[in-house]
């Protein structure tokens, strides 16, 4: 076969060598625009599962590589005074020229044929080409012609950053992160051979502009960096090698999906490759990876299908299959990354201490759990565990391996709860007359006694016709307050739980059957009317609900008030009022289903106007030293609906008039909602809200596991955890994730204490054989 590629960077010349290795009759063409070694850039770090991949594809080049490469294994932070470290991260780094002139001369040795200095106008420029792969950049011309067909969905981020060098060398991946009067500027340094770092330094639009960065050229620009970073510099000069860029050299990041990878123009097959395909932020070091491990597999391809023409569609379309899964995990694991220096400045670096900030700068792609800290760097970790356990006022000693995040105590008002763990808030459609009865008994013991922290019983509803089936708790007479009693003094007799209720109203969503009998449909017989913030129904052909007048706000306040009171009675610890999921106080606050035109609708402040009035009324009512939490959806999931921003001014609002604790949920409020669901969806609400709000937050959502627990309390991206499914499929799901860590010292009821031990044991054995 005839192949060009079009671009001479990494992906284009592996390519190239792989497959005139593979195939040598191939007649194959790397075109690049520049002189040989003539290339802009620093140093690129990658993974060791590329060079593990390389040494099998190419051993020649990949021994090559790795003898220039620079091998750290440290991360070290310096932050408002302070520099952190840790170890145990394994990277490697290597110049990109280095890089670039290792593969261009084993192109050479192999008979790739190199076209320096050529400009090419496209994949049209080479009609007698089997194959044109555009490995021409992020500004790919070849990828350009062809929108229609690859769909480039191009984003460009708010960032700014500058690519620079230094002759200093550090013996750590070193970041420092520096204050100005407009704001925070970061700086990601790594040394990548023998005499020179890569530094790249990072800050937001607005303090760029502040500093007036737009405005001056290189020299200035990194006259200022220079200035800005002397610490860490310690004096030595910061260097540009990116001559060709006019202006500033400042950039923005642009991320880069695209639809279609590949295309017949009619002479030839073009297929995207690397950054002309797809694009990940520096923040994870992973678009070289990308680039060489796109040609390892369009090389596998042909491999496997054979090197013919007439084998190309099929190679093509598998390449595209296999490599999508792969581009798109490290595509989000970079974009959790990015986003996290996108706005550590105003979320983390004035919020957090020290500790607490290396914690969550060090899990900022969310692909680094606790557990997988502590194999990196165990005594970092325990230390780091033992700050966190102190802070949360358990006495630690220095040598002791102290309990992990979720089992250290939590106090808000005059409540201490003993871990961070909640069983979360579960409809169970099992009541009569609005009664605990047995199974509840049975249910949120069971809970109690597997050792969460908090147990919430599900949506209590404040009336009979504020119930979402028949089958809901409810609080609205003694009868239930006494039942309420009963349970409530149970879990204080046989556990160390608290319990909470929590308060709702149905609103649109009400008079609806038993979820295994179809959920969200209506009644149809023994129904009652609804109301809501607007006169909208929930399902197109559903009931339509009353716009609330008022008198029936005062009506439904006082129903929460009366709740609330009977909840008091009862000795509960803790109130939630639920304001999420579409039911009437979520109602006013989505402007998709508050259309009002009073003051209860319009901006944020009039939507909440009314669950605020409600919130304010049961605090009234609700005892001094118990706390109250307010769960919200932060997402609607539905264009036109609230995001996690309204979110968070709604947060602010509720902080404002006292209440204790976010517990941020999402969606349920408009039926066609379009949620992204994954492992903990939902904890970058809390974490927003937690950190820009200053309030403190429950996560909740796919936190199926303590180390997902342990992540998100120890990086400060909320206070306590709900776990709603896993705890349906286990009762004591937070005892049995404590043996799994390994985590012996958290007790088990005396009544079952005789299973632990066995429990633990049968837990390491299958650990040990694994
Ligand atoms: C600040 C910064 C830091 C980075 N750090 C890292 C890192 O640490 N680790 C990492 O893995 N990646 C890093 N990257 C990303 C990395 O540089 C790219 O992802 C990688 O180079 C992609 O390889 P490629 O071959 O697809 O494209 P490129 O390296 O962009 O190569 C494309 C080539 O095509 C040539 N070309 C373009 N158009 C034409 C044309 N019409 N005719 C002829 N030639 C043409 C260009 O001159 C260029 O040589 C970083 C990027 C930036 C901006
Ligand atoms: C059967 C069931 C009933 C639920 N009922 C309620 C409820 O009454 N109140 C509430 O706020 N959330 C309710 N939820 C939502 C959960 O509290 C939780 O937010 C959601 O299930 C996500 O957590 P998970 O991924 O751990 O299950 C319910 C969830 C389930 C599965």
């Known amino acids: 076969m005839r192949i060009v590629c079009v671009g001479g960077g990494p992906a284009g010349l592996y390519f190239g060598l792989l497959m005139k290795k ?105 009609p007698e080409a089997d194959l044109v792969v555009a490995s021409d950049g992020l500004n790919s011309k070849i990828r350009n012609r062809y929108a229609g067909v690859f769909q480039p969905d191009l984003v460009v981020r708010p960032n700014r950053y500058i690519w620079l060098g230094t002759k200093k060398l550090y013996d750590a991946f070193t970041f420092d992160f520096r204050r100005t009067e407009h704001g925070w500027f970061q700086a990601h340094i790594y040394r990548f051979d023998a005499e020179t770092s890569t530094f790249i330094v990072e800050t937001t639009e607005e303090a760029y502009i502040a500093h007036g960065l737009d405005r001056l050229d290189q020299r200035d620009s990194i006259k200022f960096c220079q200035e800005l970073f002397a610490e860490v510099l310690g004096g030595a000069p910061l260097l540009s090698n990116a001559r060709h860029l006019r202006g500033s050299a400042w950039l923005n990041f642009t991320r880069l999906i695209c639809g279609k990878w590949s295309h017949f123009n009619g002479e030839s097959h073009v297929v995207l490759m690397g950054d002309a395909a797809h694009t990940a932020h520096f923040a994870i070091g992973s678009g070289t990876k990308l680039a060489l491990d796109d040609a390892i597999e369009l090389a596998r391809q042909f491999e496997a299908h054979g090197h013919r023409r007439e084998k190309i569609p099929e190679v093509l379309a598998d390449y595209e299959e296999v490599r999508r899964v792969d581009v798109a995990r490290i595509q989000n694991a970079a974009r959790n990354a990015m986003e996290w220096f996108e706005v550590v400045g105003r979320r983390y670096a004035d919020q957090l201490e020290p500790e607490q900030f290396m914690y969550s700068m060090l899990t900022r792609s969310q692909r680094i759990s606790h557990e997988n800290l502590r194999l990196r760097d165990k005594n970092w970790l325990e230390g780091y565990e033992r700050w966190f356990a102190r ?122 059957k038993v979820a295994w009998e179809g959920i969200d449909q209506p009644l149809e017989e023994g129904g009652w009317p609804l109301i809501s913030a607007s006169a909208l129904p929930y399902l197109t052909q559903g009931p339509i609900p009353r716009a609330m007048d008022r008198s029936d706000r005062e009506r439904v306040t006082a129903d929460f008030v009366r709740a609330t009171e009977l909840a008091a009675s009862t000795g509960a610890d803790w109130l939630e009022l639920h304001c999420a999921h579409g039911y009437l106080l979520s109602s006013f606050l989505s402007p998709l289903t508050n259309r009002r035109e009073d003051e209860y609708g319009g901006g944020h402040q009039n939507r909440a106007r009314y669950p605020l009035e409600v919130f304010r009324a049961i605090r009234a009512v609700w005892p001094v030293d118990k706390p109250i939490s307010v769960r919200l959806s932060c997402h609607d999931w539905t264009e036109g609906g609230n995001t996690p921003d309204d979110a968070a001014i709604f947060a602010s609002l509720f902080k404002a008039a006292g209440a204790d604790l976010i517990d941020c949920s999402s969606g349920q409020v408009w039926k066609g909602e379009k949620p992204v669901y994954g492992r903990l969806f939902q904890t970058p609400f809390s974490d927003k809200i937690r950190n820009e709000i200053g309030v403190a937050t429950i996560a909740v959502g796919a936190i199926s596991e303590a180390d997902h627990a342990n992540s998100i309390l120890a990086a400060g991206r909320a206070d306590l955890c709900a776990i709603a499914r896993p705890h349906l499929a286990d009762p004591s799901w937070t005892l049995h994730e404590a043996a799994k860590i390994g985590l012996t010292s958290i007790g088990w009821p005396k009544q079952y204490y005789a299973a632990k031990g066995q429990y633990e044991t049968n837990l390491a054995r299958a650990a040990a054989g694994k």
């Open 22 to 126: 593979l195939h040598p009759e191939h007649a194959i063409t790397v075109v690049e625009r520049n002189q040989p070694y003539d290339t802009f850039g620093w140093g690129v770090v990658f993974s060791d599962a590329t060079m593990a991949a390389m040494r099998i594809w190419d051993p020649e080049s990949a021994a090559e590589i790795e003898t220039a490469f620079n091998h750290w294994d440290d991360i070290e932070v310096w932050f408002k005074g302070t520099r952190q470290r840790t170890t145990g991260h394994g990277f490697v780094g290597i110049g990109r020229k280095q890089l670039l002139n290792i593969l261009q001369r084993r192109c050479m040795r192999l008979d790739v044929e190199l076209a320096f200095n050529q400009d090419a106008g496209g994949d049209l420029d080479f």
């Open 391 to 512: 802070r949360a006022g358990l006495a630690v000693a220095e040598d002791e391996r102290c309990v992990s995040p979720m089992f250290t105590p939590f106090t808000v008002r005059g409540v201490t709860l003993p871990n961070r763990i909640i069983v979360s808030p579960m409809a169970m459609y099992s009541a009569k007359d609005g009664l605990i009865g047995d199974f509840h008994f049975v249910h949120l013991g069971a809970r109690a006694m597997g050792g969460a922290g908090l147990v919430f019983a599900e949506m209590t509803c404040v009336s009979p016709d504020a119930r979402i089936t028949p089958g809901c708790l409810g609080l609205w007479n003694e009868a239930q307050a006494a039942q309420w009693r009963r349970l409530v003094d149970y879990v204080h007799d046989n556990s160390a739980a608290k319990v909470g209720v929590q308060l709702g109203h149905a609103g649109r969503k009400g008079s609806t």
